[in-house]
Every structure is written in C-alpha cells, then in structure tokens.
C-alpha cells in the first residue's frame, strides 16, 4: 500500500469522524419547559397531619427513622407511594428495568391514577430503564419524567456525543430522593435497582437510607425543584429518539406481564417488616431531631471545577473542623488526594480519633476507585486513621443479610461526627463525588441515632471488615477476627490475581475521574 493511499485513508476516517459528529443529535438544554414547582398544600393529607401532630408533641423538629435493611427501605418507599394523596418526587441518579425499577413504576402508576402528581427526575448516564417505557410512563397526564444533562440517547450517535462533550458529560447529578406530599422524605445511597434492596441473588449492598418527616422534608422539596427546573434538566420526550405511538395501556399490560407476581412476592415480603407495619398503622417509630439539607447547586455542573462551587463538601468540612473527639467515616468509594490525607492529618493532631470504612478490593464494585484509593492507603495509616475494609464474604455475619449471598458491597454513605452528628446521603469521599457530580443528603442532630450506629462499633466492624495496618517494614496487613480467631493477610484479601493486576493496571486512570 503506497504513502498516498495511507494519507487517503486517514483523511477519509477524519473525514467519516467529523460527519459522525456533525450528524450527532443535539441534546436540547435551550428548549423551553414547564415551571414545576412542588405541591405545598398538603395539611389535610393523611401524611400532612400525622406529621403536624408528631412535629407538635416533639418541639417543632423532623422525624428521623434508619433504613439500614433493603425490605426497610423498598417497603417504605412503596406504602408511601401507596397513601400518597397530592404529590410525588424522585430524584435517582439510576433506575433499571429490573424487579426494584418495575415494582416502583408500577406503585408510581397507581398513585398516579388517583390523581397523585408523579415528577421524576433521573440522571442520564446509568439509567437503564428503557426509553419506551419512560417515555409510557410520561404520557400519564400525573406524570412527568426528566432527565438530567442528558446526552443523545441511543446508538453510535451516543457514544460520539460522550467522547465529543466528555468534559460537560462527565459531570452527574448524583442525588437520590423520594418526597411525597412534602411532608415525608427518603434520603440517602440508594438507588432504584435490585442490588440496593438485596433483591439481586448472589451479592448484596451494605446502603444505608434515614426516612424524614417535617420541616426538613420541605427543605428536600426546595433542592428538587432547583434540579428540575434547571436548564440541565430536559423533559423526556425532548430527548428520546425513540418515539412511540403505543399507549399507556401498553406499558401497564408489559409490566404486568413482566412482574409474574413479583410486585406481590415483594410487597408482601416488606410488609413483614416492622417498619412497615409501623407505618401502615400511622406509627411512625422516628427520632426527634434537628436537620438540614447539605446540597449541591445544580450549577456545579455547569460552572468551571473549583473549591468555590463544592458547596457541599465545604459545609460538611467547617463540621469536620468543630469535632472535638471522633469522627467515623463510611464511604464505599474513598480516594483522598493529597489534600484528603492531610485534613485526616489535622484531625488526628488534634486529639480526634478517626475512623475510616471503606471497600476492599473484593468488595469493590468499583475497580480502578480501588486502585485510585490504594496510592494514599499507607499515608492514611501513617496519618494516623484507623482503617478498615469491609469482607466481601461478611454478608452472612450481617444483620438482615440475604439468605445465600455470597458477597457483600459496601455503599453506606454516611458520617458520624462526636456522638452527636450523622450525616447521610449520596457523597463519596473521591474527587468525583466532591468536584464533579452534584450531591445531596441530610446533617441530623440527634445522639440517639448517632449511638445506636456507634454502640458496640469496634466489635462490628471486626465482624464485617478487616483493620488495614502497616508492619514494622511498612507493608501492608489485612488483620481480622473470624470464627474466633484471629487472621492475618499479607496480601489483597480474598481478590483473585487476575483482580488484584486489574487494580494494579487501572493506577493509570486520572485520579480527578475517579
């Protein structure tokens, strides 16, 4: 092949290239949308007034109930959307097509039906529930799907769009919430998918969500509507290529179809819970407590990366920084930076004892955010923070874990500051939770919860995780106690080697992606 034919060649794959782009569907951020704003009146709704009486008997402050159990956590979600009366929003950064997603369109369906106005905003990248049924689900007239900077939806055009606006791309919408009538809201890690409710056979997430009622659920539906009514936020028929000319009885006839029954083998298997129960019988077992939002503007996403716009990680340091004794930290995904391993340094020099749960590598989900957080793991030893890395094979020795799970994920998010503060939500400690993405959650005032999270900790996380030390030559140690006894692992503890050179491979990642 001669040298002109080579050059031919390359011109004509630019040339292909730049067609592929030009022809690319452009994503419709400048469209005009429809103000949404949430449904204040909702006093005399059975949420509303049970509400007022619980917030009068406790001092005008919210109600705070953990869901640390997935049937907790989807059980809660589905009777609240099953005495909904005005209003529902969702906020997630995914939903699948899986029995979590269709169980939850199907609750949203009905609330719908009785009139209940359903507004449900999704970040783009992860979701996998399919256009066409999101695009049936907005035709209902109570219902309204957005997503969140979106990019062209399906095909090679997609991929295109990524690689041309990666920098504007890559930034998410992370938050996660479910608000109904403005008076009751979920709020933590959870996404809409099977693995956060241990539905998924074989693994299980560890995550965390706290139920909240009163003054601070009126502040959650504040945040929401600065993400829906933001110029990144596009209704769903603005962006889905594939239009449909099905009707909403399709949708509800396939999900019918698709359920099998698993809406009531679900519904019933939460309807064991205790909580459930408490709420179906309007006793909201919560703790009285004072709590805020800690959010993101939605213009983080828009606006150049910088310490200015990290809103949320900056209130939470001024809390990190008013600490007085101890501070634990439960975060799946954990790569600190230089600057993160020095604040860990200040903390400890100043008498603070610090914590730290995170994923080992078998745990991770996430590989190449193992390999970002391995570069630091020693210098956070030597700053003096006690480490530890959940057991992927800890899932039988958890509370409420899945019959027949075989690993365990953790996904927590939260932390727990001097017996006094919990905060809960969707923030990781890694540069794309903190610089990137958008991110939400709630700071609570209450020792009760703080306790009842803290109680009897150093044995609890001996059960579930392994201490990460370094020996007296400055190599790593994996120390845990099992079946009483205690082990010592001088290597990735329960990786293959073929994932321990994938973490090894992936240090090549930017660190800022991770």
């Given at each position: 092949?001669?040298?002109?034919?080579?050059?031919?060649?390359?011109?004509?794959?630019?040339?292909?290239?730049?067609?592929?782009?030009?022809?690319?569907?452009?994503?419709?951020?400048?469209?005009?949308?429809?103000?949404?704003?949430?449904?204040?009146?909702?006093?005399?709704?059975?949420?509303?007034?049970?509400?007022?009486?619980?917030?009068?008997?406790?001092?005008?402050?919210?109600?705070?109930?953990?869901?640390?159990?997935?049937?907790?956590?989807?059980?809660?979600?589905?009777?609240?959307?099953?005495?909904?009366?005005?209003?529902?929003?969702?906020?997630?950064?995914?939903?699948?097509?899986?029995?979590?997603?269709?169980?939850?369109?199907?609750?949203?369906?009905?609330?719908?039906?009785?009139?209940?106005?359903?507004?449900?905003?999704?970040?783009?990248?992860?979701?996998?529930?399919?256009?066409?049924?999101?695009?049936?689900?907005?035709?209902?007239?109570?219902?309204?799907?957005?997503?969140?900077?979106?990019?062209?939806?399906?095909?090679?055009?997609?991929?295109?769009?990524?690689?041309?606006?990666?920098?504007?791309?890559?930034?998410?919408?992370?938050?996660?919430?479910?608000?109904?009538?403005?008076?009751?809201?979920?709020?933590?890690?959870?996404?809409?998918?099977?693995?956060?409710?241990?539905?998924?056979?074989?693994?299980?997430?560890?995550?965390?969500?706290?139920?909240?009622?009163?003054?601070?659920?009126?502040?959650?539906?504040?945040?929401f509507d600065e993400f829906c009514n933001h110029s990144r936020a596009v209704p769903m028929e603005q962006v889905a290529d594939n239009k449909t000319n099905e009707d909403l009885e399709t949708v509800r006839a396939d999900i019918a179809e698709e359920f099998d029954g698993a809406y009531d083998e679900v519904y019933g298997r939460a309807l064991e819970s205790q909580l459930l129960q408490d709420l179906?019988?309007?006793?909201?077992?919560?703790?009285?407590?004072?709590?805020?939002?800690?959010?993101?503007?939605?213009?983080?996403?828009?606006?150049?990366?910088?310490?200015?716009?990290?809103?949320?990680?900056?209130?939470?340091?001024?809390?990190?920084?008013?600490?007085?004794?101890?501070?634990?930290?439960?975060?799946?995904?954990y790569v600190p930076g230089k600057d993160g391993v020095e604040i860990m340094r200040q903390l400890v020099d100043k008498g603070i004892r610090v914590i730290i749960l995170t994923n080992s590598l078998a745990s991770n989900n996430h590989t190449p955010v193992h390999s970002g957080y391995a570069r630091y793991r020693k210098d956070v030893i030597r700053a003096g923070v006690e480490l530890y890395e959940?057991?992927?094979?800890?899932?039988?020795?958890?509370?409420?874990?899945?019959?027949?799970?075989?690993?365990?994920?953790?996904?927590?998010?939260?932390?727990?500051?001097?017996?006094?503060?919990?905060?809960?939500?969707?923030?990781?400690?890694?540069?794309?939770?903190?610089?990137?993405?958008?991110?939400?959650?709630?700071?609570?005032?209450?020792?009760?919860?703080?306790?009842?999270?803290?109680?009897?900790?150093?044995?609890?996380?001996?059960?579930?995780?392994?201490?990460?030390?370094?020996?007296?030559?400055?190599?790593?140690?994996?120390?845990?106690?099992?079946?009483?006894?205690?082990?010592?692992?001088?290597?990735?503890?329960?990786?293959?080697?073929?994932?321990?050179?994938?973490?090894?491979?992936?240090?090549?990642?930017?660190?800022?992606?991770?």
């Amino acid at each position: 092949m001669s040298i002109a034919h080579h050059r031919f060649c390359r011109i004509a794959i630019l040339l292909l290239a730049s067609a592929l782009f030009s022809g690319c569907a452009t994503v419709p951020f400048d469209q005009p949308k429809t103000h949404s704003e949430t449904i204040t009146d909702t006093a005399d709704t059975r949420l509303g007034k049970g509400v007022h009486e619980w917030t009068s008997e406790n001092g005008g402050l919210s109600g705070i109930y953990p869901l640390s159990q997935g049937m907790d956590a989807l059980g809660a979600r589905l009777r609240l959307a099953e005495i909904a009366e005005r209003s529902i929003d969702l906020q997630y950064f995914l939903m699948k097509d899986d029995t979590a997603g269709l169980v939850m369109m199907n609750a949203l369906l009905k609330a719908a039906d009785r009139g209940v106005r359903v507004r449900f905003l999704l970040d783009d990248i992860f979701t996998t529930s399919a256009d066409r049924n999101l695009l049936l689900l907005n035709q209902h007239p109570n219902i309204e799907v957005r997503l969140f900077n979106p990019v062209s939806r399906r095909g090679i055009s997609s991929k295109l769009n990524f690689v041309g606006d990666f920098r504007q791309a890559n930034r998410r919408m992370h938050n996660k919430s479910f608000t109904v009538d403005n008076q009751i809201s979920i709020v933590g890690g959870r996404n809409i998918a099977d693995e956060y409710f241990q539905l998924k056979e074989g693994s299980v997430f560890v995550d965390f969500d706290v139920l909240a009622m009163g003054p601070v659920a009126a502040e959650i539906s504040q945040s929401f509507d600065e993400f829906c009514n933001h110029s990144r936020a596009v209704p769903m028929e603005q962006v889905a290529d594939n239009k449909t000319n099905e009707d909403l009885e399709t949708v509800r006839a396939d999900i019918a179809e698709e359920f099998d029954g698993a809406y009531d083998e679900v519904y019933g298997r939460a309807l064991e819970s205790q909580l459930l129960q408490d709420l179906i019988a309007s006793r909201e077992p919560a703790f009285p407590a004072y709590a805020v939002v800690l959010s993101d503007s939605p213009d983080k996403l828009i606006n150049d990366i910088g310490e200015e716009h990290m809103q949320l990680a900056n209130d939470l340091l001024d809390v990190l920084h008013s600490a007085r004794e101890e501070i634990i930290f439960i975060t799946p995904y954990y790569v600190p930076g230089k600057d993160g391993v020095e604040i860990m340094r200040q903390l400890v020099d100043k008498g603070i004892r610090v914590i730290i749960l995170t994923n080992s590598l078998a745990s991770n989900n996430h590989t190449p955010v193992h390999s970002g957080y391995a570069r630091y793991r020693k210098d956070v030893i030597r700053a003096g923070v006690e480490l530890y890395e959940a057991r992927a094979n800890a899932a039988s020795e958890t509370r409420g874990a899945v019959e027949g799970v075989d690993a365990m994920t953790l996904h927590t998010k939260a932390f727990l500051i001097d017996d006094r503060y919990l905060f809960v939500g969707s923030l990781n400690l890694d540069p794309r939770s903190i610089e990137i993405n958008a991110e939400m959650g709630l700071l609570i005032d209450s020792p009760e919860i703080v306790s009842a999270f803290t109680d009897r900790a150093d044995e609890r996380l001996s059960n579930i995780a392994y201490r990460v030390l370094l020996n007296d030559k400055g190599q790593l140690e994996w120390h845990a106690r099992i079946n009483g006894e205690d082990v010592v692992e001088t290597h990735e503890p329960l990786a293959s080697p073929w994932l321990r050179f994938k973490a090894w491979f992936m240090k090549i990642a930017p660190e800022s992606q991770l």
